[in-house]
């Protein structure tokens, strides 16, 4: 339902944000705002505030942000109708009418869901007639219980045309039925037909468990195995998940799914106790599928069967996630026994064997690295470098900003250890294998004065900015802060950034504030200078490194101790340039 702008406004008029936010966190009130721990991400200094006044929280530590409607949809896992029905019954506020159109539109589905329901009951009865004998002994054969065939509505699709006379007599329109995937017409004979015929019958629900499609798996030999509905008003599959109407209670309390291949892997997880399981329809897993899981749970366990079908299927879940990747919702991974699907590893090991199957899941740069790096040989320095650009093109497929940064970091870590696995030495410096800068106590105010004073200016040199360690924890601390407001609300006020400071740190600063307030500064100018900053404390650090190693090689002769020292000391000569 489309809800009009005007609704939705008095509706967060009306809601008492601290009141929906309370019921989940424990807040406290400080003057006009409430704070506490974020229940975003885990941390023991509360960083979430909320004011009821502009209706709006905010999390200075992982950068959420948002409204009553948001707060319930990302902790909740609610759909936006959902949220927003939710709350209008909470104040009271009468849900707006449909207009003659969308009035109109529903009538047509419900005329087009009953006869989905009807459709859907035929083959359940067919199911347990003498007609349906061959598809019980075939479901009782792969451990489907006559409770289970139940549960999942499973039903049967006899030969002939007996759905069609069915139909029929209960009064529907047959091109009602056609367009919606049940009927077909024979245009040289004008014979209509069944579409589905000695198929085991899968209802398809939506999130209100309507029948809006079905999937039929063939009892007979013959191609196509499995048959689903085509695209209808009611059924577009690339939007849909299999079970996910029976699953979402599970999954939501638990905050965990678990997407496997095929209608039977999800049946026999269900039955044996793993209702969070759904599958897509029949299709490589779409974007809108991952974006729905994510609407349930932050990260869903892709679980392919253990061939090479499978694994391929896994990776183009993979890269089909990898551009919408977000902070808190990624994808994690199962790599079953070659040979075993869900079902197989329930049926042919336990339940247990399945349980630490996903207990071994893997995050999604596990899954991309090894992808990457599978049928290489890095054996030479042209290789690796061929390597670590394919790498590089890769993550850049990632549009957030601040996960990108994070692959970013951990891949190069990767590839400079690598490097040394290789040859025994690096192959050229990463970042990561440089010493952490840690500024004295001058420096370290200078540089948070500037990353306060000129916000606008820190996007491209935020990662150096982020690895300084500043010995002050009330100073690191509100860099960090700053540094994530910088990167996930670019365009924060004044009072966002002076709360981000933090009342006890501002007077520590006062003074290098006051100096760079005197003077104008353009945003080359703030970044030329920050550059020097940070360059100077790098410097500083890699001198001390160098000190460290050089006292180590004098005691061992090392001679990969002596490699990193002349690299350090390139390194300082580049620098020093």
């Given at each position: 339902?489309?809800?009009?702008?005007?609704?939705?406004?008095?509706?967060?008029?009306?809601?008492?944000?601290?009141?929906?936010?309370?019921?989940?966190?424990?807040?406290?009130?400080?003057?006009?705002?409430?704070?506490?721990?974020?229940?975003?991400?885990?941390?023991?200094?509360?960083?979430?505030?909320?004011?009821?006044?502009?209706?709006?929280?905010?999390?200075?530590?992982?950068?959420?942000?948002?409204?009553?409607?948001?707060?319930?949809?990302?902790?909740?896992?609610?759909?936006?109708?959902?949220?927003?029905?939710?709350?209008?019954?909470?104040?009271?506020?009468?849900?707006?009418?449909?207009?003659?159109?969308?009035?109109?539109?529903?009538?047509?589905?419900?005329?087009?869901?009953?006869?989905?329901?009807?459709?859907?009951?035929?083959?359940?009865?067919?199911?347990?007639?003498?007609?349906?004998?061959?598809?019980?002994?075939?479901?009782?054969?792969?451990?489907?219980?006559?409770?289970?065939?139940?549960?999942?509505?499973?039903?049967?699709?006899?030969?002939?045309?007996?759905?069609?006379?069915?139909?029929?007599?209960?009064?529907?329109?047959?091109?009602?039925?056609?367009?919606?995937?049940?009927?077909?017409?024979?245009?040289?004979?004008?014979?209509?037909?069944?579409?589905?015929?000695?198929?085991?019958?899968?209802?398809?629900?939506?999130?209100?468990?309507?029948?809006?499609?079905?999937?039929?798996?063939?009892?007979?030999?013959?191609?196509?195995?499995?048959?689903?509905?085509?695209?209808?008003?009611?059924?577009?599959?690339?939007?849909?998940?299999?079970?996910?109407?029976?699953?979402?209670?599970?999954?939501?309390?638990?905050?965990?799914?678990?997407?496997?291949?095929?209608?039977?892997?999800?049946?026999?997880?269900?039955?044996?106790?793993?209702?969070?399981?759904?599958?897509?329809?029949?299709?490589?897993?779409?974007?809108?599928?991952?974006?729905?899981?994510?609407?349930?749970?932050?990260?869903?366990?892709?679980?392919?069967?253990?061939?090479?079908?499978?694994?391929?299927?896994?990776?183009?879940?993979?890269?089909?996630?990898?551009?919408?990747?977000?902070?808190?919702?990624?994808?994690?991974?199962?790599?079953?026994?070659?040979?075993?699907?869900?079902?197989?590893?329930?049926?042919?090991?336990?339940?247990?064997?399945?349980?630490?199957?996903?207990?071994?899941?893997?995050?999604?740069?596990?899954?991309?690295?090894?992808?990457?790096?599978?049928?290489?040989?890095?054996?030479?320095?042209?290789?690796?470098?061929?390597?670590?650009?394919?790498?590089?093109?890769?993550?850049?497929?990632?549009?957030?900003?601040?996960?990108?940064?994070?692959?970013?970091?951990?891949?190069?870590?990767?590839?400079?250890?690598?490097?040394?696995?290789?040859?025994?030495?690096?192959?050229?410096?990463?970042?990561?294998?440089?010493?952490?800068?840690?500024?004295?106590?001058?420096?370290?105010?200078?540089?948070?004065?500037?990353?306060?004073?000129?916000p606008e200016t820190l996007e491209t040199i935020s990662d150096e900015l982020s690895d300084?360690?500043?010995?002050?924890?009330?100073?690191?601390?509100?860099?960090?802060?700053?540094?994530?407001?910088?990167?996930?609300?670019?365009?924060?006020?004044?009072?966002?950034?002076?709360?981000?400071?933090?009342?006890?740190?501002?007077?520590?600063?006062?003074?290098?504030?006051?100096?760079?307030?005197?003077?104008?500064?353009?945003?080359?100018?703030?970044?030329?200078?920050?550059?020097?900053?940070?360059?100077?404390?790098?410097?500083?650090a890699i001198k001390e490194d160098i000190s460290q190693k050089t006292r180590l090689w004098?005691?061992?002769?090392?001679?990969?101790?002596?490699?990193?020292?002349?690299?350090?000391?390139?390194?300082?000569?580049?620098?020093?340039?």
């Amino acid at each position: 339902m489309n809800f009009p702008p005007r609704f939705l406004d008095e509706l967060r008029d009306r809601v008492v944000l601290s009141e929906i936010v309370g019921q989940k966190v424990r807040l406290t009130k400080k003057g006009r705002e409430f704070s506490g721990l974020c229940p975003f991400h885990r941390e023991k200094t509360p960083s979430f505030t909320l004011n009821d006044d502009k209706g709006f929280y905010h999390c200075f530590g992982c950068g959420a942000h948002g409204d009553a409607f948001s707060f319930l949809m990302e902790h909740d896992k609610m759909p936006f109708t959902e949220a927003v029905e939710y709350l209008a019954a909470r104040v009271g506020l009468p849900l707006p009418k449909p207009s003659r159109q969308e009035a109109k539109k529903e009538k047509t589905r419900h005329k087009l869901s009953d006869i989905m329901e009807a459709a859907c009951v035929f083959f359940q009865k067919q199911l347990f007639s003498p007609a349906g004998e061959t598809a019980r002994t075939y479901l009782k054969g792969r451990g489907i219980t006559g409770a289970i065939a139940k549960q999942f509505r499973l039903g049967y699709a006899p030969m002939g045309s007996a759905l069609t006379a069915h139909l029929e007599k209960m009064g529907f329109d047959k091109n009602d039925c056609r367009a919606l995937g049940l009927l077909a017409l024979n245009e040289s004979q004008n014979r209509w037909h069944d579409y589905f015929y000695d198929r085991v019958m899968f209802p398809i629900l939506d999130r209100r468990r309507r029948v809006i499609g079905f999937g039929g798996r063939l009892m007979t030999k013959g191609e196509p195995k499995y048959l689903n509905s085509p695209e209808t008003e009611l059924f577009h599959k690339g939007e849909q998940l299999y079970a996910l109407s029976q699953a979402i209670e599970t999954i939501r309390k638990t905050n965990s799914a678990v997407l496997v291949e095929g209608y039977m892997d999800v049946i026999a997880l269900h039955a044996a106790g793993f209702t969070n399981a759904v599958a897509p329809l029949g299709t490589a897993l779409t974007e809108q599928q991952i974006n729905l899981l994510w609407t349930c749970c932050d990260e869903p366990t892709i679980c392919f069967d253990g061939d090479t079908a499978g694994r391929k299927a896994a990776v183009r879940a993979l890269n089909r996630a990898l551009p919408i990747l977000s902070p808190g919702k990624s994808l994690q991974f199962v790599l079953l026994p070659d040979g075993y699907d869900p079902d197989d590893m329930i049926r042919k090991k336990s339940p247990d064997a399945f349980q630490k199957a996903l207990e071994g899941a893997k995050p999604a740069t596990f899954m991309l690295w090894n992808t990457l790096m599978e049928g290489r040989r890095l054996d030479t320095p042209e290789r690796l470098a061929k390597f670590e650009t394919d790498v590089k093109e890769t993550v850049s497929k990632i549009k957030n900003k601040t996960v990108r940064s994070y692959y970013q970091k951990a891949f190069k870590n990767n590839l400079w250890q690598l490097g040394r696995q290789k040859t025994g030495k690096n192959l050229s410096f990463q970042k990561q294998s440089l010493p952490k800068p840690t500024p004295n106590a001058a420096l370290a105010r200078m540089l948070l004065a500037y990353a306060y004073r000129y916000p606008e200016t820190l996007e491209t040199i935020s990662d150096e900015l982020s690895d300084i360690h500043l010995p002050d924890p009330a100073l690191a601390t509100a860099l960090q802060q700053i540094l994530s407001l910088c990167v996930t609300a670019p365009e924060t006020d004044a009072s966002k950034m002076e709360q981000a400071l933090g009342q006890t740190v501002r007077p520590l600063i006062a003074a290098e504030i006051e100096m760079l307030d005197t003077s104008e500064r353009t945003a080359d100018d703030v970044k030329s200078e920050l550059s020097v900053l940070i360059n100077r404390t790098q410097i500083d650090a890699i001198k001390e490194d160098i000190s460290q190693k050089t006292r180590l090689w004098a005691a061992s002769g090392d001679s990969v101790l002596w490699d990193e020292i002349c690299l350090l000391k390139k390194e300082i000569e580049k620098r020093s340039c």
